[in-house]
């Protein structure tokens, strides 16, 4: 997928946005999102707080901001997080700040969480767009999850079941992706995150207008 290359599309000031990218645990959205951030730079991840602790090879900071409880209790007392929920006897919260900061920037920023933050966002803000991300099919799940071998057969039997529940709620969703092949998934991703940064609603109108008075379009006309 070609992305965001055009350098005039690159120049024109936008609305920051937020999308919400959730989906059973196994139905590989950190796969299909690490595909696409390559093609579009103006989109950034937004780290959780989480009171799990790391599984092996993740990275405080990078997968995830690794707490304590208590922690996470003061992160919530000082009304730091934007959402959080209870994931299968763990907590997850997204850091407000960083959210704010890039939308106020202009950037489009992606979060993977539960249906319950989903819907903790949709109730602050239904400008957001939420993308629900399936696995073909339950068994197929179980098989990813045996085969991640991160989690106990207690765990694993305990993130199938809840799968059931989240997948009710596609319905509150804008888009739905089958991740069946990594490839198509990511692109289809892609292309909604590109249809969403050219909504009109997400334009700065007064952007658009000085670049439009400074003989907008250089690179395109030169090539034209
Ligand atoms: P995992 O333990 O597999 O990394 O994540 C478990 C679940 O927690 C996934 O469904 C993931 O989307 C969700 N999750 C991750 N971060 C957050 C967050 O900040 N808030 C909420 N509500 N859920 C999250």
Redesign the pocket.
Known sequence: MKGLKSKWDGRLPRKGFLIVL?G??GAG?NSVMNAVFPTIPNLKYSI???T?PPRLGEVDGVN?FFRTEEEFDSFVAQDLLL???T??G?R???PKKYVQEQIKNGNAVI????I??AAQIRAQMPEAVFVFLLPPSRSELAQRLNLRGTDSKEVIKHRLEKSEEEIEHIIDYDYFIVNDDLGEAAERLGQIILSEWSRVSRIDLKGLKCLWKGGAEPERSKKN
């Open positions: 959730s059973p645990s959205k959780s707080v989480t799990r995830y959402e959080w929920a994931f299968v763990h997850y919260g997204t979060m993977d969480i539960d319950q933050g």
